[in-house]
């Protein structure tokens, strides 16, 4: 995976490059690993995360679903629309939610 990182409304992305032979033609998973269910959704990932003590933050972007816990200053941001839920956003719920969930090439 290569690109370059773009800060825009407050959030860091990596613009991935679409180059022939790179990774646009890899698709990545979300694994919750108690259940080895692949999160498919919003609404099961929401699920998982507030059995983890995760709660919905309503007052960030409203591009954005995000989600905060009480216990830490961690805050996990996605984008509204799940068909752009790519490995960047997986990664980061992996580093924050460590042996619960891991990526996987499809």
Avoid at 77 to 90: D, R, T, V
Wanted: no cysteine; net charge neutral.
């Amino acid at each position: 995976m290569s690109g370059v990182w773009e800060f825009k409304n407050g959030v860091m992305h990596l613009v991935e490059n679409r180059e022939q032979g790179g990774s646009s033609g890899r698709k990545m998973a979300l694994v919750h690993l108690p259940s080895g269910q692949v999160v498919s959704s919003y609404s099961l990932l929401e699920q998982i995360l507030r059995g983890l003590g995760w709660e919905r933050y309503h007052g960030g972007d409203p591009n954005l679903f995000q989600f905060h816990k009480h216990s830490s200053i961690d805050l996990i941001s996605l984008p509204k629309n799940f068909s752009k839920f790519n490995s960047i956003y997986m990664y980061d719920i992996v580093l924050k939610n460590p042996n619960v969930f891991h990526v996987q090439d499809m």
